[in-house]
């Protein structure tokens, strides 16, 4: 994803001019990375949530079943 191209609001880009400003280079890389990493685990949040449902529900299912064949 290309952080430039970003559509935003004027006066987000007034604030980002601002941020870009008062920070050098790696700091600019180090918030970008790190902004990047937050928004992809939002965007998959939700299919996360529900795939780890499923698969726990599985598993719980699937135990309850072996402990019901022991007794």
């Known amino acids: 994803m290309n952080l430039h191209n ?6 987000e880009a007034r604030r ?3 941020c870009r400003a008062n920070l ?8 970008e ?5 937050i928004a992809l685990r ?4 939700p299919v996360a949530a529900e795939r780890l449902l ?6 719980l ?5 072996e402990q019901e064949s022991r007794r």
């Not at 050098?24 to 918030?31: N, T």
């Not at 499923?54 to 598993?59: C, I, N, Q």
Request: glycine residues 2%; proline residues 0%; aromatic residues 2%.
């Open 54 to 59: 499923e698969l726990l529900v599985s598993v």
């Open 6 to 11: 970003l559509k935003m609001t004027d006066e």
């Open 42 to 45: 939002e965007i998959n949040a």
């Open 16 to 18: 980002l001019e601002w």
């Open 24 to 31: 050098d280079e790696e700091q600019i890389a180090e918030v």
């Open 61 to 65: 299912v699937r135990n309850a079943g």
């Open 33 to 37: 990375d790190e902004a990047l990493e």
